[in-house]
């Protein structure tokens, strides 16, 4: 069975601080997809990042980087100079290849406050 | 604009009645997908369908009802055999492949039972 923990239910920071937000998964399968969602007061869930077990290079695009090691089945999101806009619950995500419907299966989520 | 709209935004019920709550997308997706968020638990699925008039149960569908009539709506159904119905509601979408796509995700529903 497929399981997604993210331990901090809840950060909080200073603008410009760095953040990393931690996600750590368990699955069976040897191929599977990691995600990381955004979600905004607004409600909806934004995607930022999808990542595939064979790839464990890291990936920056402008503030935000992700750092997969398979090693440790952790897939940790750090944001350089955070800002108030950041301000979000992120989720951490875990799709199967073998998974019916392409289902994800989510942690708890991660709240991050920014203050100014 | 293409996207999710789901409505009502908010919703109250009394113990013991059905409510319906809507999600229609115009993104030319065929699969769609019922979520349901608890705060601390992330979110569970619920329900969701890959091509019309098929649909599949989730992890938590006890309580619950779909249909799936029309490419562009997947609307689901709290029936009063849900227990503990309070919650936000999440519709999304994705295209369908063997490769699991991203999910483009509605505003959702919130959901208060009286």
């Known amino acids: 069975a497929q399981k997604v923990t993210q331990a901090q239910t809840e950060i909080s920071v200073v603008e410009k601080e760095d953040v990393t937000l931690d996600c750590v998964y368990e699955t069976r399968d040897t191929t599977y997809y990691l995600f990381w969602y955004k979600q905004p007061p607004s409600g909806e869930l934004v995607f930022l990042i999808r990542r595939n077990s064979f790839d464990e290079q890291n990936e920056i695009s402008g503030r935000y980087s992700w750092n997969f090691q398979k090693s440790t089945s952790s897939f940790n999101f750090t944001i350089t100079a955070s800002q108030v806009v950041d301000s979000a619950v992120y989720f951490c995500?875990?799709?199967?290849?073998?998974?019916?419907?392409?289902?994800?299966?989510f942690g708890g989520g991660t709240r991050l406050m920014v203050k100014p | 604009d293409g996207g999710i709209t789901q409505s009502p935004k908010y919703l109250f019920r009394k113990e013991g009645q059905n409510v319906t709550l809507s999600c229609e997308q115009n993104?030319?997706?065929?699969?769609m997908y019922w979520y349901r968020q608890d705060p601390g638990q992330g979110l569970r699925l619920i329900y969701y369908?890959?091509?019309?008039?098929?649909?599949q149960k989730g992890d938590i569908a006890e309580g619950y009802s779909v249909s799936r009539e029309k490419k562009e709506s997947f609307p689901l159904t709290v029936t009063s055999a849900q227990k503990n119905p309070t919650a936000f509601y999440l519709c999304a979408s994705s295209i369908w492949g063997a490769i699991p796509g991203e999910l483009f995700f509605g505003e959702g529903s919130r959901l208060t039972v009286l």
């Open positions: 993104l030319n997706h065929d699969a």
């Open positions: 995500a875990l799709s199967e290849r073998n998974n019916a419907g392409n289902m994800l299966t």
């Open positions: 369908s890959q091509i019309v008039n098929d649909f």
